[in-house]
């Protein structure tokens, strides 16, 4: 192996990749493959009793109707918390939130939040974003439920970069319901008194660096949405990174030439995980 694929002793030796909603770690597959070429060890747990195929919860949804966002935060807590030195945390979607949510409490060299949902007090929503997750929203009885999408509703939301042919075949291999208590929640985050699941401290200044991955065509989680939620740590002096890649869609993993997002993500993330870890051994 070359010198240029092999990570630097200063660097973290291990990736961990968290899957968004109706997605499973299988949606990772590509990247999971790309980064063990580079030299590192991976990892992509479920959350927490998703730890079967998508075959299998597809047929009985039950454990995504009884995930919770602390529960789910807890479970990732306790697996990088288990890990030698801090690795770099990349998340998608909702796995994007989790991300926040993680470094904020103190886990991670570095994170990278891909076309992240946003955490508590983001309150940019576009049409797009809103007609994307009407599946869910339209009706308050889905907060207790597994919600999937159906092949066109996951083509606009998700794949909408994808011709319909395409869609069809991601959909198949990767899609999953999502729970809808997880959706409704961000939702009523900003109405709601008080902290609730998906609370960042934006102006912590002792976080790991943070890079937010927007994809230019994504109707799900828009770039908007992106921009704002990375613009709420101004006042930190801890890192924050923004970067757009123009003509994609919410399947940014996934999508053709997913390989020069997979490797902006880990270059950005090393470099700063490098300055970060040198900087608090120092201090």
């Known amino acids: 192996m070359s010198a240029k694929n092999t990570p630097s002793p200063a660097a973290p030796d291990t990736i961990v990749l968290i899957h968004g909603l109706w997605m499973t770690p299988r949606s990772w597959e590509n990247w999971i493959e790309h980064y063990e070429g580079r030299g590192f060890r991976v990892l992509a747990p479920a959350y927490p009793g998703l730890e079967v195929e998508v075959e299998a919860l597809r047929e009985d949804p039950s454990p995504i109707e009884a995930l919770t966002v602390p529960d789910t935060v807890e479970r990732y807590e306790r697996i990088i918390g288990e890990l030698d030195r801090p690795p770099i945390i990349m998340g ?7 991300v926040q949510i993680l470094l904020d409490h103190g886990f991670g060299a570095a994170g990278v939040a891909i076309d992240s949902v946003p955490t508590e007090g983001i309150k940019v929503v576009p049409v797009a974003q809103i007609r994307a997750s009407f599946p869910v929203l339209r009706n308050p009885a889905n907060r207790h439920k597994a919600v999937p999408f159906t092949p066109e509703q996951f083509h606009y939301g998700f794949a909408n970069t994808l011709s319909r042919e395409e869609s069809d075949k991601v959909y198949e291999r990767y899609h999953v319901p999502a729970p809808g208590g997880f959706i409704w929640g961000g939702v009523l985050a900003n109405f709601t008194p008080g902290h609730q699941d998906t609370y960042v401290d934006f102006r912590n200044e002792d976080r790991a660096p943070l890079l937010f991955i927007a994809g230019g065509e994504d109707n799900l989680v828009p770039p908007a949405v992106n921009e704002s939620n990375a613009k709420h740590y101004r006042h930190s002096s801890a890192d924050t990174g923004y970067k757009e890649f123009p ?37």
């Open 92 to 98: 998608h979607s909702f796995g994007g939130c989790l």
């Open 247 to 283: 003509g994609r869609s919410h399947y940014t993993v996934g999508q053709d030439g997913w390989e020069e997002v997979a490797d902006y993500a880990l270059d950005w993330a090393t470099e700063h995980a490098v300055t970060y870890t040198a900087a608090r051994t120092q201090a």
